[in-house]
């Protein structure tokens, strides 16, 4: 009663294992190196010149131009990551087995029983835990007494023992030493480094189900097709047609491994075939097994060791893709193809030799396929296993090297991970000895040569992995590096010569900045769309910076229908293109809760200020304001000013635009030659010319020597007709026509104009006027004649506005500073009148306190 519930339990748990194994199989094939290896982008920003135009001098557009940003992404590769999880995956899974297979093959007939533990003495003694440093003379050894005793017991002395007890005593030997290597062991990482010096069990127990399983396929074959045919015939020649198909797809496979041809059909692959051998084996398990004496195990055979076997090999298999381990999957990719066969060959050369006139009478011979009627079942199971060795010996033990050159590698970067440099690059020579193309090997110690001041013999290792194979990383991490030395030309060609440049959204991308800085834009547009169309988010941002500069060379229709408008990038590249062509497009941005600007955000909100539109201005300055009122965010104030400055300009807010410029040349004097530049252009543009040249005078003291400023002068010295002038006359319109309609809206819009451009003095003072026939209050008029006069100094309009209205406001000794700014504009008489009144005023005013 006992061990039905132990069995129970074991197989519930075993199928688990094994739907565990499976998900991290398929996620494993899906995600392939990505995390021991991401795919990083490098952003390269670029400043393009965008003429903002204020007005036309000696016939063509002039103002200033303004350096605008590009945003360039190139796919970079990191260093490899040292992934520990997966690892405590796969031990987990073979202790597991190890514990379960223990407990199992005492139940066995003695036959059977023998050629197990000779399997499992031959790989524990490749189990190297010797280098734990815990007993090394005898742990082995011990390990191996300790296993053949507990076994040999239960199948010679106690074969009617419970399973609960051989599953007790099997969990209490591998439970001691686990305990004596944890507290023991004189290593630290004790289980990582387990791990990587006993991979070679995991691999034999691996290697040992697949040549199980891989015969099967065959038989499901064989048995689909007899029994749905028609006629006896029919099912012959269905059988022989998929059995030859079956058995070419694997010589294929073996000459595209062997690098004879180049096969590459989509899920045809050795993992596909052991996929589809695991489901075929577990299916014609019971038939399988008819012919042996087993019957009563064989529930427990199927149900437990059969999912915890093949939760080993998916979860091996899953290790090495995810942990970047290539030597040692192509040692698996090896055992399978090889397995499946000669295992095929030997069932398909079976199939039709025993049971050729019973198909012909179309009878259910899949039946006693197993059953060894005319050939020894036992006897075909030998000659696959001929063959296999031949395959092995063809190859001249590619295999088993690979798999040893996989547990070096991860040794190495284990190393890497303890940061001992020395013993890291020990252990991948060693890796590289046993297989010379194996990429992690290869790329760690491209690593260490790179960083030990040998950028020469780094390349040669990265460039070592591609005789073996093409790899899109290395490809891309060699490309980058010649890049790095400005060697464009073999940037460009080591790119050109990998095959993922057909179908490789990274390599499309890289291999398209390569072209465009060779200036083959037509190749960079073709690889930008390639890469796009491969759903590149990177390459889209790209394209929208290659619109820009062709666009600016060629005169045609650079219209894109972009599918990631919401991307940072994309939104840089496709605002700055717009600004160019003077077109508006929506402002899209939610502020940072944490009101913590990022330099890609901080180039799109540039981008977009700078914009001579008129759709989307009060969006951006809401978001500038935002950002400059955290402290945190100073190191761009003078960025963000010099963008809210030209917004607020454009906006027609010149007296804000001034103020803020201001800030801007304040808060760096000996750089603020081009604010200033920026500032001689608005004023000749509001008519101001002696301020145009002070303010020139000033930004070339500064240091500026921009090539615009220069053009500029020569342009003023020839210029024909100087028409410039501040003029919000039509503001002022638009705002009288609010007199009839609502009252508030009427004194904002007066507001808003007084407000808007101190150097057109009539129109500033006439809004003020309206304002206070409205009911404005003294100090609302006196802070915005303040405003105008702090903008506009040398208007005597203002002046005398202002200082009449100090009078008003009480503030007497501000009125006679700006009677003495007033007496240095007008002629003595004018200022003789104007001093007269303001006196009276003042008289008046004190008569009045009285």
Not at 386 to 393: R, S
Not at 416 to 444: M, P, R, T
Not at 691 to 715: C, G, H, M
Request: aromatic share 14%.
């Amino acid at each position: 009663m006992l061990d039905q519930r132990i069995t129970s339990v074991l197989q519930k748990l075993a199928i688990a294992l094994f739907a565990f194994s499976a998900i991290f199989f398929i996620y494993a094939w899906v995600t392939g190196d990505s995390l021991i290896l991401p795919w990083d982008t490098e952003t390269d920003f670029q400043v393009r010149p965008l003429l903002l135009e204020y007005f036309q001098l000696n016939g063509k557009p002039s103002g200033v131009r303004i350096d605008q940003i590009l945003s360039w992404q190139k796919f970079t590769i990191d260093e490899l990551r040292y992934l520990e999880w997966p690892q405590y995956v796969l031990l987990g899974l073979f202790v597991m087995a190890m514990w379960l297979i223990t407990a199992t093959i005492s139940l066995l007939d003695r036959f059977s029983f023998l050629l197990g533990s000779g399997i499992i003495i031959l790989m524990i003694s490749q189990l190297r835990l010797e280098e734990l440093g815990f007993a090394q003379e005898y742990i082995t050894y011990g390990l191996m007494g300790a296993y053949f005793a507990l076994t040999y017991y239960f199948q010679a002395f106690k074969p009617h023992s419970s399973f609960a007890l051989r599953l007790g005593m099997s969990a209490l030997v591998y439970t001691t030493l686990i305990v004596l290597f944890a507290l023991f062991a004189r290593t630290e990482n004790t289980a990582m480094v387990a791990t990587a010096f006993s991979v070679m069990g995991p691999a034999i127990l691996a290697a040992l189900f697949i040549l199980f399983i891989a015969g099967e396929n065959i038989y499901i074959f064989f048995k689909v097709t007899t029994s749905s045919a028609s006629n006896g015939k029919n099912g012959l020649i269905h059988f022989s047609i998929i059995g030859i198909i079956y058995l070419l797809i694997c010589v294929a496979l073996f000459m595209e491994k062997n690098g004879d041809i180049q096969f590459d059909i989509f899920l045809i692959e050795p993992r596909t075939l052991l996929l589809c051998s695991v489901v075929a084996a577990y299916f014609s398990f019971d038939n399988r097994h008819k012919s042996y004496e087993i019957e009563q195990q064989l529930g427990l055979l199927k149900q437990v060791l059969f999912p915890i076997a093949a939760a080993l090999t998916l979860g091996l298999y899953a290790y090495c893709d995810i942990t970047g381990t290539d030597a040692l999957r192509s040692g698996l990719d090896w055992v399978i193809i090889l397995a499946h066969f000669t295992m095929g060959v030997a069932y398909f050369v079976y199939t039709l030799i025993n049971f050729l006139p019973e198909v012909l009478q179309k009878l259910p011979v899949w039946k006693i396929y197993y059953q060894g009627e005319r050939t020894a079942i036992l006897t075909l199971r030998l000659m696959g296993f001929i063959l296999f060795l031949g395959g092995i010996f063809y190859t001249e033990y590619r295999p088993f090297y690979q798999v040893k050159a996989g547990q070096y590698a991860m040794l190495g970067a284990l190393g890497e991970h303890v940061e001992n440099d020395l013993i890291a690059k020990q252990y991948y020579d060693q890796s590289v000895y046993y297989e010379f193309y194996n990429f992690k090997a290869n790329y760690g110690l491209s690593r260490l040569l790179r960083e030990s001041g040998k950028p020469a013999e780094s390349r040669n290792q990265l460039r070592s992995i591609f005789r073996g194979q093409e790899h899109a990383k290395a490809r891309i991490k060699l490309a980058n590096s010649y890049a790095e030395s400005d060697d464009i030309y073999r940037e460009l060609t080591t790119l050109q010569q990998t095959p993922e440049a057909t179908y490789n959204a990274e390599v499309q991308n890289n291999l398209a900045l390569a072209h465009y800085r060779f200036e083959s834009y037509d190749s960079a547009y073709k690889y930008l769309s390639k890469s796009r169309a491969g759903a590149s988010i990177v390459s889209e941002g790209n394209l929208a910076a290659l619109n820009y500069d062709v666009a600016s060379l060629i005169n045609f229709d650079t219209t894109v229908n972009y599918s990631h408008t919401d991307n940072i990038h994309v939104k840089i590249n496709r605002q700055a293109l717009a600004n160019e062509q003077k077109l508006d497009i929506p402002f899209s941005y939610s502020p940072a809760p944490d009101t913590l600007l990022v330099r890609s955000e901080l180039f799109y909100l540039y981008n977009a200020a700078i914009t001579q539109g008129d759709t989307q201005g009060e969006k951006v300055l809401e978001a500038l304001n935002y950002y400059l009122e955290n402290p945190k965010n100073e190191q761009y104030d003078s960025f963000l000013l010099l963008a809210k400055a030209v917004l607020l300009y454009d906006e027609g807010m010149v007296n804000e635009a001034f103020k803020t410029l201001n800030i801007v040349i304040a808060r760096s004097p000996i750089s603020s030659g081009f604010p200033l530049f920026v500032k001689a252009i608005w004023c000749f543009d509001q008519g101001l010319n002696e301020e145009t040249v002070k303010y020139v005078n000033e930004s070339k003291a500064r240091a500026y020597q921009d090539e615009q400023l220069y053009e500029f002068i020569e342009a003023v010295k020839n210029m024909r007709q100087y028409t410039e002038g501040a003029d919000i006359s039509q503001a002022l319109a638009e705002a009288k026509s609010l007199q009839n309609g609502d009252s508030t809206a009427y004194a904002n819009a007066l507001t808003k104009v007084a407000s808007m451009n101190a150097f057109d003095a009539q129109s500033t003072l006439t809004a003020i006027e309206l304002l206070e026939k409205h009911g404005a209050s003294t100090d609302n008029v006196y802070k915005l004649l303040q405003e105008a006069v702090s903008i506009n100094n040398k208007s005597p309009q203002l002046l005398e506005a202002y200082i009449y209205q100090c009078v008003e406001n009480g503030l007497s000794s501000f009125g006679r500073t700006a009677l003495d700014k007033y007496s240095t504009l007008v002629e003595y008489e004018q200022y003789f009148e104007v001093a007269k009144t303001f006196n009276q005023k003042l008289e008046a005013r004190r008569n009045n306190n009285e």
